[in-house]
């Protein structure tokens, strides 16, 4: 059980830093693939049976969306103008859909959680992902 938690996290982790390098080195190719790689990291987070919590998972999930959004912002097209911001913007809630419908299949799909706790999570996420866009609507954006 431990491999697959040390396996899971490290493809994760792999996931981000090619994000990430790929918003600094192709700007472009990094903001068009803003939805496929949220949606990868959010299929391989509730499908996977890592022995996490939905809890969990569903935290995991908004931390991976938000440091993807955080790095493509600051690397990739939102440092120049509000053009790219909105760019950026359109790609995240293109891949947010489908996020979201995986989160709720998978939600409703764990057998170890009460209805209350599989509404709790998605209430969760939807809080978070809203908290996010409050904070970081503007960020890379020289203050002018």
């Known amino acids: 059980m431990k491999i ?3 396996k899971f996290i490290g493809l994760l982790m792999l996931i981000l830093a090619l994000s990430i390098i790929m918003s600094h080195f192709l700007a472009a190719v990094a903001i068009i693939g803003i939805p496929i790689i949220i949606s990868l990291a959010t299929g391989l987070i509730m499908f996977i049976d890592n022995g996490l919590g939905i809890l969990i998972k569903v935290v995991i999930a908004y931390l991976f969306i938000g440091l993807n959004d955080i790095g493509i912002k600051l690397f990739a097209g939102g ?3 509000y053009e790219g911001l909105g760019w950026i913007h359109m790609m995240l809630f293109i891949g947010l859909v489908p996020s979201l419908i995986m989160l709720l299949i998978g939600t409703f799909r764990d057998k170890n959680s ?3 706790t599989k509404l709790g999570a998605i209430i969760i996420f939807v809080a978070l992902i809203s908290a996010h866009f409050q904070l970081f609507k503007k960020l890379g954006i020289p203050l002018s």
Do not use: A, F, S, V
């Open 4 to 6: 697959q938690k040390i």
């Open 79 to 81: 440092i120049h103008d």
């Open 114 to 116: 009460t209805i209350w």
